[in-house]
């Protein structure tokens, strides 16, 4: 198993650039089943959950037309196989999305129930009822999801908790509906809103996407997909972090900043200083920076995938921090990483109180989740000393090139096996 060997309390200096979003390209290769030809999608990010989706996908029986570089031509016209097996959903919760497209297209989908990272309890009942809503006829076989309709209805739909992949689901299953459909309190992530964009493209009726109710009038075939991924917030935020944490001059370029909004308040607000321009974010600390308090919620509020990576920063602020996550009940197992550190933690409910230390020391650490492991090589980047990350299967999800990209900004960092 690859570790990553990371000799800290090097200031990062330079630009990285970002590549396109995981959770914006995941969503549009399951939408991709709705389309019978040859879809092409640009920048779309080199990491293991793309590979594994694109593996789904053939698995249902689309076919890998060309892949070059940062370029995908998918040929989806012989889409036959409902059924997503277990070794492949395992691996990645968002596998699920395919669940509604493939009951939209086949009528029929039998999806094994998700793994992915353990930062919660996460269900999939909201995405299930959505399609129940629909007229779709779902039981549970075995660990799988069976799911069949004739032909699924329009409905309205109410969203008990806020869902990012549940809205994604049901709104493309509502898109060959016959009728209406109304999503009430839906998602309102950039990547909803893009999903919503490039569906409508291709053909759908999709209104109201990024805001309170989305409309979808349906239709009854789709052109294939054309698009381009945007770049990933969440990359973006962890390369901004990186900078601050470790008093460094870091611009991420090729970014967009209004998507990370909430999180350069918050740098703003402890003292970090933030230049932005229509595509980049230029981070430096002068003289350090101070606690400041965060919660996470779902868009626009501060992203719950970005509260480890701020968290490690924290642990080097002058004075206290609180962050509060109310999206997940489980997204803490950075914290008792992040002692071994030195960090000062202490967990309330789902409060984490942080302390500022002066530093951080160097250990050997295990990455838990996607995110988490992110925040411990940037704080092992901070550290004193050297700190080696195991488990780093984690990060290879979803930070393509991460180790050039940190050795490109001076970070002193290697990958062992
Ligand atoms: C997506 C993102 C993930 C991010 C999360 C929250 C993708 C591929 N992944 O995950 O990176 O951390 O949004 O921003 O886009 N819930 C239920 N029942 C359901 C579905 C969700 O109770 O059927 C709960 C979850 O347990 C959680 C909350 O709703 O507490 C939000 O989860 P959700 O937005 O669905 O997360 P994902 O779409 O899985």
Redesign the pocket.
């Known amino acids: 198993m690859d570790k990553i060997v990371i000799e800290g309390g090097v200031p990062l200096k330079g630009k990285v650039f970002i590549t396109g979003a ?2 914006a390209v ?2 549009i290769l399951a939408a991709t089943l709705l389309t019978s030809g040859r879809n092409e999608i640009t920048n779309v990010p080199q990491m293991r ?1 793309v590979s594994t989706m694109i593996h789904l996908l053939v698995e249902l029986g689309g076919r890998i037309d060309s892949i070059q570089g940062d370029r995908l031509a998918f040929d989806t016209s012989d889409i036959n196989n409902p059924e997503a097996p277990y070794d492949l959903v395992r691996t ?3 596998s ?2 395919v669940l509604g497209p493939l009951i939209a297209r086949l009528g029929q989908a039998k999806v094994s129930l998700p793994g ?2 353990a ?11 959505g399609l129940e809503a629909l007229g779709a006829n779902i039981e549970l076989q075995g660990g799988y999801i069976v799911g069949s309709a004739k032909k699924l209805k329009g409905a309205r739909y109410y969203f ?9 689901n049901v709104m493309m299953a509502a898109v060959f509906a016959e009728g209406e459909t109304v999503l009430e309190n839906p ?1 309102k ?1 950039p ?1 909803v809103v893009f999903l919503a964009d490039m569906l409508n493209l291709a053909g759908a009726k999709i209104e109201g996407a990024g805001g309170d109710e989305i409309i979808i009038q349906g239709v009854s075939s789709l052109k294939p997909i054309h698009c381009k991924i945007f770049p990933d917030r ?1 990359e973006a935020a962890t390369y901004m972090i990186a900078g601050a944490i470790t008093a460094g001059e870091v611009e991420v370029t090729d970014c967009i900043p209004q998507h990370v909004e909430p999180l350069i308040m918050k740098l703003k607000q402890a003292g970090v200083n933030v230049e932005t321009s229509k595509d980049s974010v230029k981070i430096s600390t002068g003289n350090g920076f101070q606690g400041v308090d965060i919660q ?1 919620h ?2 626009p509020g501060f ?3 970005i509260q480890a990576q701020f968290m490690a920063l924290m642990t080097l602020a002058r004075g206290q921090s609180l962050i509060t996550e109310t ?3 489980n997204r803490f197992m950075h914290v008792a990483e992040l002692k071994r550190m030195g960090a000062d933690i202490e967990i309330r409910g789902n409060t984490a109180i942080v302390k500022g230390v002066g530093h951080l020391s160097g250990a050997p650490v295990m990455a838990t989740d ?2 988490a492991s992110a925040s411990l090589v940037l704080a092992a980047l901070a550290a004193r000393g050297e700190s080696v990350i195991n488990r780093v299967y984690h990060i290879d999800r ?1 930070y393509p090139v991460m180790e050039q990209k940190l050795s490109g900004l001076g970070a002193k960092i290697k990958r062992v096996n």
């Open positions: 995981k959770n995941l969503p959950d990645m919760r968002a699920c999305l992915g990272c930062i919660g309890a996460r269900p999939i009942d909201l995405h299930i009822r008990d908790t806020i869902s990012v992949t549940g809205t994604a998602a992530e990547e969440i996470t779902p868009y992203a719950t995938d999206v997940f009940e996607l995110r979803g």
